[in-house]
């Protein structure tokens, strides 16, 4: 079991830079899978990026490759989602998500969430 913390949101303009951090608790935080999804309002919550347990392997949707960088650091427990070059198109709660099975894109599969941090980007 494995319960998160979200943090590291906040206001900033079109351009900015934010960082995101999840915290984790428990042993076995590099047996997870680990992802950040993120949701805006009226709308479904979304796949950002996902990283597997030993941090090796890296994915993104489409609209944030090269602006944005998951990564984890498992001494600390900790999930980041690095977000450069942010864009109003980004504002949204952004949550992390953990599960065991490696790969996963939907929502729907991913057994343990953050509780979120809200992102706004002002143009």
């Known amino acids: 079991q494995v319960q998160l913390v979200d943090s590291g949101g906040g206001l900033v303009q079109a351009g900015d830079s934010l960082r995101l951090s999840c915290s984790a608790s428990g042993r076995t935080f590099n047996l997870y899978f680990m992802a950040w999804f993120r949701q805006a309002p009226g709308t479904e919550r979304e796949f950002v990026a996902a990283i597997t347990g030993s941090g090796r392997s890296t994915y993104y949707v489409d609209s944030v490759k090269g602006r944005f960088t998951i990564s984890r650091d498992n001494n600390k427990n900790t999930l980041y989602l690095q977000m450069n070059s942010l864009k109003p198109e980004d504002t949204a709660v952004y949550y992390c998500?953990?599960?065991?099975?490696?790969?996963?894109?939907?929502?729907?599969?991913?057994?343990?969430w953050g509780q979120g941090t809200q992102v706004t980007v002002s143009s």
């Open positions: 998500a953990a599960d065991r099975r490696s790969g996963l894109r939907s929502s729907s599969q991913y057994e343990h």
